[in-house]
Each structure stands twice: as C-alpha cells, then as structure tokens.
C-alpha cells in the first residue's frame, strides 16, 4: 500500500483547505482510511477516519462539525476538508490506510503516508 497526501500549506484562521491522499498498490474500496495529525512537541493524534464503502465516518472531538472526510472509489483518493480552521489545528497531517473488509471499524492504522503540512496563523 502507497499513499500520497497533498493539500497542505498556510491558511488564516476561519481559512478552509482540502487534504487529499492517493491510494495505491491494493483494492481501495477493501480498506478504510484515516487522517492523524502531529503538532510540533506533541504526540501523533487521531483526527477523522471512515469505512471502505465511505460509511462511519469518526472525528475527533475538537473537529467534528469543522472537518469532513469523504473519498472517492473511483479515483481511490481519500479527502479530509477542513473548515473554519483554527491556529490549533496546525500540525503535520498524515493519511493512513487499514485492511478492513466489511468491518466498520474503530481501525488500527498500519500503512501510512507522507506527512503535509498544514499552518493555521491567527
């Protein structure tokens, strides 16, 4: 498995941006995918994940209703877009992948991507 996240880059805060992570190297639609953050000095953190299918969405506390993950099948390209950004949210964002089958999750992550780095000035 190969992923490849893109979309970072600096934004003012209340600013949106969309992530993306390309899928490679397996059948996308037999995995669920993640998002996790890591800001400077702290540890790596769960931020959105969702199902194979796109079913059961999960978001961590401090982002849910200003996040959204979503991903194409087609394209096999998971999406996390972030609205109404907040200086807390910069950090560097990392894609991750899961074999899952038809389990709906929560996931332990194995496979991850590059990181991307998201800056959020106030």
């Known amino acids: 498995v190969q992923l490849q996240a893109s979309g970072g880059g600096l934004v003012q805060a209340g600013g949106s941006l969309r992530l993306s992570c390309e899928f490679s190297g397996r059948t996308f639609y037999r995995y669920a995918t993640g998002w996790f953050r890591q800001a400077p000095g702290k540890e790596r953190e769960f931020v959105a994940a969702?199902?194979?299918?796109?079913?059961?969405?999960y978001y961590r506390d401090s982002v849910e209703g200003r996040f959204t993950i979503s991903r194409d099948n087609a394209k096999t390209t998971v999406y996390l877009q972030m609205n109404s950004l907040k200086p807390e949210d910069t950090a560097v964002y990392y894609c991750a992948a899961e074999y899952s089958g038809d389990y709906e999750g929560p996931w332990v992550f194995h496979y991850w991507g590059q990181g991307t780095l998201v800056t959020v000035s106030s």
């Open positions: 969702i199902s194979g299918v796109g079913s059961n969405p």
